[in-house]
């Protein structure tokens, strides 16, 4: 099991940038595959990216593609997402994810571990 702390949300007039962080407890980090998911108000929780266990291999929700970038350093267990030219489209709660395993995944049934969120606000 692996236990996840979001940070780095806030506001943002569009166009603007932010960089959220991921904080995974355990020795085990480098075991892990992790994903980005987000959940807008009355929407369902949606991927947004995720990233092999040895960070060679993201992958990106369309909507993002371009201008989001995943990454991770496995020394200091942690994974990021930068976020730029944000939209208020991009508006929503921001989840870390932990998949056991060599690669990521689409799927939220494919994540075992879920930090608490941090909410990204974008104004146009």
């Known amino acids: 099991q692996v236990q996840l702390v979001e940070s780095g949300g806030g506001s943002v007039q569009a166009g603007g940038s932010l960089r959220l962080s991921c904080a995974a407890s355990?020795?085990?980090?480098?075991?892990?595959?992790m994903g980005w998911f987000r959940q807008a108000p009355g929407k369902d929780r949606r991927f947004v990216a995720c990233?092999?266990?040895?960070?060679?291999?993201?992958n990106y929700a369309d909507s993002v593609k371009g201008r989001f970038t995943i990454s991770r350093d496995n020394a200091k267990n942690m994974v990021y997402l930068q976020m730029n030219s944000l939209e208020p489209e991009d508006t929503a709660v921001y989840y870390c994810?932990?998949?056991?395993?060599?690669?990521?995944?689409?799927?939220?049934?494919?994540?075992?571990?879920w930090g608490r969120g941090t909410q990204v606000t974008v104004s146009s």
């Open positions: 994810a932990a998949r056991f395993g060599r690669l990521g995944a689409t799927m939220i049934g494919e994540y075992n571990d």
């Open positions: 355990g020795r085990t980090f480098s075991s892990y595959a």
């Open positions: 990233i092999s266990a040895s960070g060679r291999t993201p």
